[in-house]
Structures are given as structure tokens and as C-alpha cells.
């Protein structure tokens, strides 16, 4: 028996041994389902035991798994209980957990709140970047502990440095003046916009994943990107200019109101926005549990990942779907 295990493999060991599904049990701990396979074959080298049985079908525990299992937790236990004594690690809460939003009104921001409730004893900062590409610089730089946005639209050495997990699929909308000749309509179709031109964020390099997003969905269908304009600051900001400028605006079905403008959902086909829930790869704090947590349970509860056939994604945002991993 070896006389130090690391508690990264006893944490995994203990969250394979509950759900007895090595999927499940990575994204429980925020960890590639690969890296979990490697922590779990380490220990039991380690051990010199076989802990699980594994097929395609199921997992279980070994007798020698189950034997491991009480002394596992206890361990953990201890753990967590010394850093909560000294004030350190996700046992205590630790330093306030800094969280971008984006937006008062949006999926981060409902995360947020009921992350809130259900951890009283985390002390979250909300921020309002307002554009994954903005936050991430500071989460890569520690400034930022999370943030919620399209990951597909950040370049890849950006993501070698980033964990995240695929919170909410948002209906696009578009947000019409009053008078626009769609207005009337419940849903636009995409091919009905035709020849208009729609502002979606070029001139900020703050929400570029947003921009390019809007560059794939408008391809094919005679839809112009608005020439870039200066980064807007504010809801009310914003909309004087949208106003001014006689823009219609691509957005979301979460997305804040605009006094005498209209926001219709897109259709034909149904473009959907991937929200994800971003943070810096190594973090352990209990807020991020708890935002974990509360996303799931809302997803659960609303449906925020369920997909129909008509629905359409990028294909940067198809590669990183639950459904094509």
C-alpha cells in the first residue's frame, strides 16, 4: 500500500464509485472524460487492485472497490475539513467568487441568482462584460473566475487554458423598429430578412464569438452585418443608438427590452445560441459548485438543452454538442 494517495484520484475514484458512469462522474468534477479514465487507472496501479468492472454497458464496483470506497470518503472528508479550518479551499468558500454575466437580463445572471440561494455562505461578484472574447482574457489572467458565452467563437489557445460546460441552447430573435415590415409577425423567417442588414456587435472586439456567430447564420441568405461601430456601453446607451440609426439587431429570446422596438424569434430554420458556463481550468471554489449545480438544475427543470430537428447551430457550436460528442 502506497503511503500518500493524492486526493485527486481518491476525489475521483469516489465520484466514478457514485455514479457508476465515468461521463457522469466528469462532469461532476469538471474534468475531460479521458483525464478521470487515466486519475482511476493511476490508482489502481497504485493500489495494486482492480476497482472497477467495465463494459459497455455498465460500471461496477470490485470488491476491492467497495472496500475502498468508506476509507475514500473519509479521507476527503479530512481534507476538506482542514481547509475549512484554515480558511482555504472549496470547503470554506474561500475569496468571493468573481462571475460575468453579461447581462442583468440573461442566462448567467438566472444561474447566478439561484447558485445564490442555494450557497448563502459563497460570497459572488457579478460582472458585465458583455462578450465571452472580453471575458476571457481575464479569466485566463485570474481576474475572472467565470463567465458564461459561445465558447466555439474564442480562439483555440485561449480555450487550452479554459474549462466549460454547455448550460442553455438560447432561441435567436430579432429585435425589429415598431414599424418594421416584419413587426406584425409572431416569427420571422430567416429568408424574409433577405436584403436587411442587422447590427450584431462588429466594432467591439469585446463580443467577436457573438459577431462571427452572426456571420455563419446570415451566409446564404442575402443578410448584411452592419459596418462596425464603436462599443456601446449600457442598456440605455444602447438603445438610443439602435434607435437612431434605424437598426434591427440580432439578439436572443433573452434579451433586454427596447422601448418601441420588438423582438420576434427566427425561424426556418431555428437558429440557437449555445450559452456556456466558462471558467479557469485548475479553479476549485464551492461557488463554482454551486453554479454548476443551480445551471443543471435549472436545464433540467426548463429544458435549456433539449434540441428539435429544425433547429440550426454553427458548425464550430455543432462540434461541441452533447449530441455529436
Same mark, same amino acid.
Request: net charge neutral; proline share 6%; no cysteine.
Given at each position: 500500500?502506497?503511503?500518500?494517495?493524492?486526493?485527486?484520484?481518491?476525489?475521483?475514484?469516489?465520484?466514478?464509485?457514485?455514479? #457508476?458512469?465515468?461521463?457522469?462522474?466528469?462532469?461532476?468534477?469538471? =474534468?475531460?472524460?479521458?483525464?478521470?479514465?487515466?486519475?482511476?487507472?493511476?490508482?489502481?496501479?497504485?493500489?495494486?487492485?482492480?476497482?472497477?468492472?467495465?463494459?459497455?454497458?455498465?460500471?461496477?464496483?470490485?470488491?476491492?472497490?467497495?472496500?475502498?470506497?468508506?476509507?475514500?470518503?473519509?479521507?476527503?472528508?479530512?481534507?476538506?475539513?482542514?481547509? $475549512?479550518?484554515?480558511?482555504?479551499?472549496?470547503?470554506?468558500?474561500?475569496?468571493?467568487?468573481?462571475?460575468?454575466?453579461?447581462?442583468?437580463?440573461?442566462?448567467?445572471?438566472?444561474?447566478?441568482?439561484?447558485?445564490?440561494?442555494?450557497?448563502?455562505?459563497?460570497?459572488?461578484?457579478?460582472?458585465?462584460?458583455?462578450?465571452?472574447?472580453?471575458?476571457?482574457?481575464?479569466?485566463?489572467?485570474?481576474?475572472?473566475?467565470?463567465?458564461?458565452?459561445?465558447?466555439?467563437? #474564442?480562439?483555440?489557445? =485561449?480555450?487550452?487554458?479554459?474549462?466549460?460546460?454547455?448550460?442553455?441552447?438560447?432561441?435567436?430573435?430579432?429585435?425589429?423598429?415598431?414599424?418594421?415590415?416584419?413587426?406584425?409577425?409572431?416569427?420571422?423567417?430567416?429568408? $424574409?430578412?433577405?436584403?436587411?442588414?442587422?447590427?450584431?456587435?462588429?466594432?467591439?472586439?469585446?463580443?467577436?464569438?457573438?459577431?462571427?456567430?452572426?456571420?455563419?447564420?446570415?451566409?446564404?441568405?442575402?443578410?448584411?452585418?452592419?459596418?462596425?461601430?464603436?462599443?456601446?456601453?449600457?442598456?440605455?446607451?444602447?438603445?438610443?443608438?439602435?434607435?437612431? !440609426?434605424?437598426?434591427?439587431?440580432?439578439?436572443?429570446?433573452?434579451?433586454?427590452?427596447?422601448?418601441?422596438?420588438?423582438?420576434?424569434?427566427?425561424?426556418?430554420? =431555428?437558429?440557437?445560441?449555445?450559452?456556456?458556463? =466558462?471558467?479557469?481550468?485548475?479553479?476549485?471554489?464551492?461557488?463554482?459548485?454551486?453554479?454548476?449545480?443551480?445551471?443543471?438544475?435549472?436545464?433540467?427543470?426548463?429544458?435549456?438543452?433539449? !434540441?428539435?430537428?429544425?433547429?440550426?447551430?454553427? !458548425?464550430?457550436?455543432?462540434?461541441?454538442?452533447?449530441?455529436?460528442?
Amino acid at each position: 500500500m502506497p503511503s500518500e494517495l493524492s486526493p485527486r484520484l481518491l476525489r475521483g475514484f469516489v465520484a466514478v464509485a457514485e455514479e #457508476l458512469h465515468f461521463t457522469r462522474a466528469a462532469a461532476r468534477l469538471y =474534468v475531460a472524460q479521458q483525464a478521470l479514465s487515466r486519475d482511476v487507472r493511476s490508482l489502481e496501479r497504485e493500489l495494486g487492485a482492480v476497482l472497477f468492472v467495465r463494459s459497455t454497458r455498465r460500471v461496477t464496483l470490485t470488491p476491492e472497490g467497495e472496500r475502498l470506497l468508506p476509507y475514500a470518503r473519509g479521507v476527503l472528508a479530512a481534507h476538506e475539513a482542514l481547509d $475549512a479550518a484554515f480558511g482555504r479551499g472549496p470547503a470554506a468558500g474561500g475569496r468571493p467568487l468573481t462571475v460575468d454575466v453579461a447581462a442583468p437580463v440573461s442566462t448567467g445572471s438566472r444561474v447566478l441568482e439561484a447558485a445564490r440561494e442555494a450557497a448563502p455562505g459563497v460570497e459572488f461578484v457579478a460582472r458585465y462584460y458583455s462578450g465571452l472574447t472580453a471575458a476571457a482574457d481575464d479569466l485566463l489572467a485570474g481576474g475572472l473566475d467565470v463567465a458564461f458565452g459561445r465558447v466555439a467563437g #474564442l480562439p483555440r489557445e =485561449v480555450l487550452r487554458g479554459l474549462d466549460h460546460r454547455l448550460v442553455r441552447y438560447e432561441r435567436v430573435a430579432v429585435l425589429l423598429p415598431g414599424r418594421h415590415r416584419l413587426a406584425d409577425l409572431d416569427e420571422v423567417p430567416l429568408a $424574409a430578412l433577405e436584403g436587411e442588414t442587422l447590427y450584431a456587435g462588429a466594432g467591439n472586439p469585446g463580443t467577436a464569438e457573438w459577431t462571427s456567430y452572426a456571420a455563419d447564420l446570415f451566409a446564404g441568405y442575402g443578410i448584411r452585418l452592419a459596418e462596425p461601430f464603436p462599443k456601446i456601453e449600457g442598456e440605455r446607451e444602447f438603445a438610443r443608438v439602435v434607435r437612431g !440609426r434605424g437598426w434591427s439587431v440580432l439578439a436572443t429570446s433573452v434579451f433586454v427590452g427596447v422601448e418601441g422596438m420588438v423582438l420576434r424569434p427566427l425561424t426556418d430554420p =431555428v437558429p440557437l445560441s449555445p450559452v456556456s458556463m =466558462v471558467w479557469r481550468r485548475g479553479l476549485r471554489h464551492a461557488g463554482l459548485t454551486a453554479l454548476a449545480d443551480a445551471a443543471r438544475a435549472a436545464g433540467a427543470r426548463e429544458g435549456w438543452l433539449a !434540441r428539435a430537428p429544425d433547429t440550426w447551430l454553427p !458548425r464550430a457550436d455543432e462540434a461541441l454538442s452533447p449530441t455529436t460528442r
